[in-house]
């Protein structure tokens, strides 16, 4: 499986984004990772197969929202709100098993492909 993140960009503050993930084999549960300069990778959400079930990082609840098109095979991310602590480069991900339990959504090992990541920046 093959992912291609997009629609990463600079954005000031309070400003809106969508990126959009495109995989070209069958996906599993796909999520949406960051990482901030000088910083671990962190999850951010995540939306199961098996039953649409959606999950955020606290960080990020209430501002973004997660989406995925699976005729499309496309995951999106709806971020609003956008604060200069939300720049980092976005990675997407999934896993080759429709379900993954809630103690391991939000680990990057239960994730089988990544994508090469999209860099949102968000000024002051």
């Known amino acids: 499986v093959q992912l291609q993140a997009s629609g990463g960009g600079l954005v000031q503050a309070g400003g809106s984004l969508r990126l959009s993930c495109a995989a070209s084999?069958?996906?599993?549960?796909m999520g949406w990772f960051r990482q901030a300069p000088g910083k671990e990778r962190e999850f951010v959400s995540a939306i199961r197969r098996s039953d649409g079930n959606r999950f955020y990082a606290d960080s990020v609840k209430g501002r973004f929202t997660i989406s995925r098109d699976n005729p499309k095979n496309t995951m999106y991310l709806q971020m609003n709100s956008l604060k200069p602590e939300d720049t980092a480069v976005y990675y997407c991900a999934t896993s080759e098993v429709p379900h993954i339990i809630l103690s391991r959504i939000r680990i990057g090992d239960s994730y089988d492909y990544w994508g090469k990541g999209t860099l949102v920046t968000v000024s002051s």
């Open positions: 084999g069958r996906t599993g549960v």
